[in-house]
C-alpha cells in the first residue's frame, strides 16, 4: 500500500521559514509525480508545486515561485516544499500528492492525484 505523510508543519511569524517532508512510503519515487497542495481555511485546496521525480523538473504557481522550493532525496524517499519569506496567507493545510503517470503539472486538479497524505498545519502570524 503506498501511503504518503507529512511533516514539518506549525507556527510562524511573518518572514519566517518552514521546511515541509512528504515521506512515501509502499513504493520507490524515483519516476513520479509528487506535488504539494494548500488548503486555507475555508477556501479550495490549490497547488503550489510539482516535481517530476525521474528528473527533478519543478513547477511552481506564481504566488510562491522564488519563495518556495520542491526538492528530493531518493534515498530517503522523500519529497521537501523549503518555503521562506512567508506571510499570513500562506497558512492552510498543507497536503502531498503523488500519481505515476507522465504529466506532471501545477495545472493539474485535485482528482488528477490518486495518493494523498494526511495534512499538515501550517500558521503564519503577522
Known amino acids: 500500500q503506498i501511503r504518503l505523510q507529512e511533516s514539518g508543519g506549525g507556527s510562524v511569524q511573518a518572514g519566517g521559514s518552514l521546511r515541509l517532508s512528504c515521506k512515501v512510503s509502499?513504493?520507490?519515487?524515483?519516476?513520479?509525480?509528487v506535488g504539494w497542495w494548500r488548503q486555507p481555511p475555508e477556501k479550495e485546496r490549490e497547488a503550489l508545486a510539482t516535481?517530476?521525480?525521474?528528473?527533478?523538473?519543478?513547477r511552481y504557481v506564481d504566488s510562491v515561485k522564488g519563495r518556495f522550493t520542491i526538492s528530493q532525496d531518493h534515498s530517503k524517499n522523500t519529497v521537501y516544499l523549503e518555503m521562506q519569506s512567508m506571510n499570513p496567507e500562506d497558512t492552510g493545510m498543507y497536503y502531498c500528492?503523488?500519481?505515476?503517470?507522465?504529466?506532471?503539472?501545477?495545472?493539474?486538479?485535485?482528482?488528477?492525484?490518486?495518493?494523498w497524505g494526511q495534512g499538515t498545519q501550517v500558521t503564519v502570524s503577522s
Open positions: 516535481i517530476w521525480t525521474a528528473d527533478g523538473t519543478a
Open positions: 509502499g513504493t520507490s519515487i524515483s519516476r513520479g509525480c
Open positions: 500528492a503523488a500519481k505515476w503517470t507522465r504529466t506532471c503539472s501545477v495545472l493539474l486538479g485535485p482528482i488528477d492525484f490518486p495518493t
